[in-house]
């Protein structure tokens, strides 16, 4: 699954005519590829060709496992929507039974095409482990050094062999001399001979074994390179991780990569020593080598948060790849630092004055040997307080960017001096108030999804196209709310004719350039927030309360009022569909087609639930609840859909208490009404709370405090003042205190042994309108 996942990646950013011409939503649409990854790239496509007729068979069943796999995964699917899809989807895919082959080789070239396109995108940034070839050329360094090794030995054997007959050599020599034996001159000629071939021979080794030494570290310096790239990769897919791309943390394949090159570095240089000063350069390469590997080793392993609240505590941890490399004794102590903008582009210079001041900012670098991984953790950083830079224009304090400096000075087995590493987290806002979060996040988000690799920091674009924007919006939303239901088109444009302020532009916006202002600046027209306040309520309310209705396409979310009245116009009366209100932060409201006085239709929106709303009372109940809305768009049955939603009917109390339920009232409820109440707004809902008529009023359930809910609503003209314990929507009596019930009539008292009786064919609603009238009238 790792193409597709680089794939789906890029696929956000890329316009819709290239993605439909790359997956054929005719022959093999985008859904075939997403919800099959797993198992279309374990397949054998690239043994395909149309000219091998005699795989015909081979891609027959291989079409059918395919057809079979989309109807195995449909039936899976909770959602009907997409379970009706896939099985229509399978059920085309039988235009290719007469020609299997074809369907293979168009399946064997996406791929191809998936793969050029990673790898014209800078494919290493998607690349979640060594790629195979990077691990074949470390296998293949390993191999030269250890043929380096095999020559020095034999190299060091043919030298004792030359010294020891040199020394015969010279024992003959003498005698010769002296006496003049002609018997002895064709040995000593021979013995000149094996000499003269046993130095050639170490002269043509060492002159081997020199260019193989320099080969190796000309390979060494290539798999180094290939190293710290994908460390930067790691450390880049750390950073978008915050807006919800794919991420894996296993650091384990990097840090063994990292612990080979050094152990190859080190026989290297060993090497390169028993030589002697001729290869002075090739020691400097791999002294300089070392020392980048050794300083490039060091990663935060676990960002700090990105929005750091002052007087919080907060946690990180920095984790440091050569670890067991790290020399015995003395304990490497890590400390951590505040730094500004201004300060992390000039690391390579002593930091100016202290920004911030943090506690608990040291850490030792201990080793697991469970894990395998030695850390630093910080486990009760506090940032005590901040300097701000002077800000520019309009610039807030929740736009200004930190980031925290870890620092060590660390000795490696084998290495003669110590070196200083040092390496900073990602940016940071830090906050005095909660209720900066909110713009501090949008600052963080701004800067995750739109800097670029190896910026200077913390440099970003003032203004995207408008498909990058939506890309991070969607992919924000679906890794907030844990979901793989993503936003539809629908969704995208009403997003852009929001944030454009465009609600009449039906033209395509994704060239159209975004700003940061029009992002989380400037408020939205008419409105008192931005619209990432906006849309951050949605996602907020979406996460805690509507995850399962949103994964299931029960709410159709994004969506503007035209279009509304478009799709909703020839619905039958009572059909509606969820949508997120666009007047209010985390808002869901009700659209739905009723019946006007006259026999017409008319579109209404009920009042927005928002967070508040839904822990009393759940969106499944409210549907329940209004009977006016019977099919959710465009024509399911809603009990059908939102049966599993309803919560179960309660049981009476053992205690003899009489339950009491909350309902939604839609519209205007004259039964609750006293003579001097204003009727509420259509579309509003009523609230009573019979916790408020007093102590001595039938017992209700602590936890059933009230017989109607819906939203709050503006308290009607000619009211009473409350009490501040009252929650009642009408006049209240004030009793005396203590509360005397000889002043309340003896019909509505409740008697302490026996439950007040309740005339079948009646609820609650009668019996409060009793209650009322009396305290009108008293």
């Known amino acids: 699954m790792a193409q597709w996942i680089h794939m789906y990646q890029m696929l956000q950013c890329l316009p819709d005519e290239t993605v ?148 015969n050599y010279e024992s003959l020599q003498g005698p010769f001399q002296q006496n003049g034996l002609d018997s002895a001159r064709p040995e000593i000629q021979k013995l000149q001979n094996h000499i003269q071939q046993l130095e050639f021979n170490v002269n043509s080794m060492a002159t081997k074994r020199f260019q193989l030494l320099k080969d190796c570290v000309d390979c060494l310096d290539l798999c180094q390179s290939r190293l710290i790239t994908r460390l930067k990769d790691w450390r880049w897919e750390q950073h978008k991780a915050a ?93 951590a630092q505040i730094i500004n903008e201004l300060q992390a582009r000039n690391l390579g210079s002593v930091p100016g004055d202290n920004v911030g001041e943090l506690i608990n900012n040291s850490a030792i670098l201990e080793h697991n040997t469970a894990s395998k991984s030695t850390c630093a953790t910080f486990r009760n950083m506090s940032i005590k307080k901040i300097k701000r830079a002077d800000r520019k224009g309009s610039e807030s304090v929740t736009e200004e960017k930190f980031a925290l400096l870890f620092s060590t000075e660390i000795t490696i087995t084998g290495c003669d001096t110590p070196y200083r590493i040092q390496m900073i987290s990602q940016p940071v806002v830090v906050i005095v108030h909660g209720s900066q979060d909110n713009n501090a996040v949008a600052t963080i988000i701004w800067d995750c999804a739109f800097s670029e690799r190896d910026r200077v920091p913390f440099v970003v674009p003032e203004r995207v196209p408008w498909r990058m924007m939506y890309s991070t919006l969607n992919s924000k939303f679906t890794s907030e709310v844990q979901t793989q239901h993503n936003l539809d088109n629908y969704n995208q444009h009403f997003l852009a004719q929001k944030i454009f302020d465009k609600p009449d532009f039906a033209e395509d916006f994704s060239n159209m350039m975004v700003s940061w202002g029009q992002f989380n600046k400037e408020v939205l027209p008419g409105r008192p927030f931005t619209f990432w306040q906006w849309f951050e309520g949605v996602m907020e309310l979406t996460k805690k309360h509507l995850k399962t209705y949103w994964s299931e396409g029960l709410i159709f979310g994004f969506i503007g009022k035209q279009h509304l009245h478009l799709i909703l116009k020839d619905r039958p009366n ?46 499944g109940d409210r549907i329940r609840d209004i009977s006016g809305i019977t099919y959710l768009y465009p024509d399911f049955p809603k009990h059908d859909v939102f049966k599993k939603y309803y919560s179960e009917p309660q049981v009476p109390s053992v205690l003899g208490y009489i339950p009491v339920s909350l309902h939604t009232k839609v519209g205007m409820d004259t039964t ?107």
């Open 672 to 778: 609750l009404m006293g003579p001097n109440m204003a009727p509420h707004a259509e579309n509003s809902h009523f609230s009573v709370d019979t916790s408020a008529l007093g102590a001595n009023l039938a017992p209700l359930n602590e936890n059933h405090t009230s017989a109607f809910l819906g939203d709050a609503t503006p308290s009607p003209p000619n009211m009473a003042p409350l009490n501040e314990n009252s929650h009642m929507g009408f006049n209240v009596h004030t009793f005396p205190s203590p509360f005397n019930s000889p002043e309340i009539p003896s019909d509505i008292i409740e008697s302490p042994t026996t439950p007040h009786h309740i005339p079948e064919g009646t609820d609650m609603d009668i019996d409060l309108e009793s209650i009322i009238k009396t305290l009108q009238s008293d």
């Open 243 to 335: 807006i919800g791309h794919p991420f894996d943390d296993n650091l384990i394949p990097l840090q063994n990569w990292c612990e080979q090159l050094l152990g190859m570095n080190g026989n290297l240089r060993q090497e390169l020593m028993l030589i002697g000063e001729r290869t002075l350069d090739l020691q400097e390469r791999l002294g300089q080598l070392l020392q980048v590997l050794i300083q490039s080793s060091l990663v935060v392993d676990k960002q700090p948060p990105q929005v750091i609240k002052t007087q919080s505590k907060f946690s990180t941890t920095v984790r440091y790849l050569l670890g067991e490399k790290v020399a015995p004794g003395k304990p490497v102590v890590l400390k």
């Open 20 to 167: 439909n011409s790359l997956y054929p939503p005719s022959t093999f649409p985008i859904e075939v590829r997403h919800y099959g990854a797993d198992w279309i790239e374990s397949q054998r496509w690239e043994d395909f060709s149309l000219e091998k007729m005699d795989q015909e068979s081979k891609a027959q069943t291989l079409l059918e496992q395919t057809v079979s796999m989309l109807q195995t995964i449909a039936q899976q699917k909770t959602d009907v929507v997409e379970r009706m899809k896939l099985m229509q989807i399978s059920r085309n895919m039988a235009m290719f039974q007469p020609q299997p082959l074809q369907f293979v080789v168009m399946v064997r070239d996406i791929l191809r095409k998936e793969r050029v396109l990673i790898s014209a995108n800078n494919a290493p940034q998607y690349q979640m482990y060594p790629s195979r070839d990077n691990m074949q050329d470390v296998e293949h360094l390993g191999v030269k050094v250890l043929e380096v090794q095999e020559i020095r030995k034999k190299m060091h054997q043919l030298q004792e062999e030359l010294n020891w007959e040199r020394q």
């Open 574 to 619: 009572g059909t509606f569909l969820l949508r997120f209100s666009d007047s209010e932060i985390g808002g869901i409201t009700i659209a739905y087609v009723s019946a006007t006085e006259n026999g017409g239709q008319k579109i209404q929106n009920i009042q927005p639930f928002t967070k508040r709303d839904l822990e009393i009372r759940s969106l």
